[in-house]
């Protein structure tokens, strides 16, 4: 497979993607915006797009039930030279499934990540696979 991707400069603040028919506004304003995702978020997203596709892919071949899934990601940022020294992720499942089947659904995620493969190759890729109701649970006690 291959993919692609074009990038333009729409002006000081922005600039504009598009693959397929989609389009994206990426913030490469050296001052911020906050209307758009600059080019570190922008990784972290593919990662979190890979892992979220990936658990689409393989629930149904593994027969695993779930409701809902979210993805937190953080990278720490080195500044000379400017790198990625590491990403962390943690993985929120909405399931019934045991804790079995939800590490058997973090391997396959971790295993047959395209991004997340290259990304781990490069830097530290590091994370936990949680249920949503372990998250309300601790939510809830600490109010």
Same mark, same amino acid.
């Given at each position: ?5 074009? !990038? ?6 922005? /600039? ?31 990662? *979190? ?25 953080? !990278? ?43 990304? *781990? !190759? ?16 601790? !939510? /809830? /006690?600490?109010?």
């Amino acid at each position: 497979m291959e993919y692609s991707v074009t !990038a333009e400069r729409v002006d000081a603040h922005g /600039s504009l993607a598009k693959a397929k028919d989609a389009s994206l506004v990426l913030d490469t304003d050296v001052a911020g915006r906050r209307d758009a995702f600059n080019p570190a978020e922008l990784f972290l997203a593919a990662i *979190a797009a890979c892992m979220i596709k990936g658990i689409e892919r393989v629930t149904p071949l593994l027969k695993f039930d779930l409701r809902g899934v979210e993805v937190r990601l953080s !990278a720490v940022r080195q500044d000379a030279p400017p790198l990625i020294l590491r990403v962390d992720y943690e993985l929120i499942i909405d399931t019934d499934e045991d804790d079995a089947r939800l590490d058997l659904l973090h391997r396959n995620v971790r295993k047959y990540g395209t991004i997340s493969n290259t990304v *781990a !190759a490069a830097t530290p890729l590091e994370g936990t696979i949680r249920r949503h109701a372990e998250i309300a649970g601790a !939510a /809830s /006690s600490t109010i």
